[in-house]
């Protein structure tokens, strides 16, 4: 059974107050960034996992760039980078940061307010019949 996205129309999700300087780019780039109409409140889980994973690639490269490749804990911070990337480009397809992504992407056309054909006659200088 499929939810009827419409149930879920309204407030944007809601951005924790914790998130760190990385994080807050990724959330303030999806948020204004994305249709209007697609991101929606229970959007706030899967927005705020992606940035935090994202946080956490950043400090663990941080914490990488100083060392030396041969150093014990480049390893073990790169293995964590790289996990954490995962989860961050895994969740990042959900809100189409990628041109693939956002091809895959299934957004629904807006629906136009029902115009009267006749009045589209004005709008090319032919004068509307009473």
Known sequence: MRVDDRDFDGDLPERPSD?????????????N???????????ESELTGCCWWYGEFCKAMRAMRPMKA????YYRL???????WKHFAAAASR???????????????????????????????APRAS
Request: glycine residues 6%.
């Open 78 to 84: 790169s293995n964590l980078a790289a996990i954490a």
């Open 70 to 73: 041969t150093q014990k804990a």
């Open 95 to 125: 809100f189409g940061m990628t041109p693939a992504d956002r091809a895959r992407l299934k957004l629904t056309p807006q629906a136009k307010p029902d115009e009267d054909p006749l009045d589209k006659l004005g709008l090319i200088g």
């Open 19 to 31: 998130l760190s300087v990385d994080e807050l780019a990724v959330w303030d780039l999806v948020v």
């Open 33 to 43: 960034t994305s249709p209007e109409g697609v991101l929606r409140a229970i959007d």
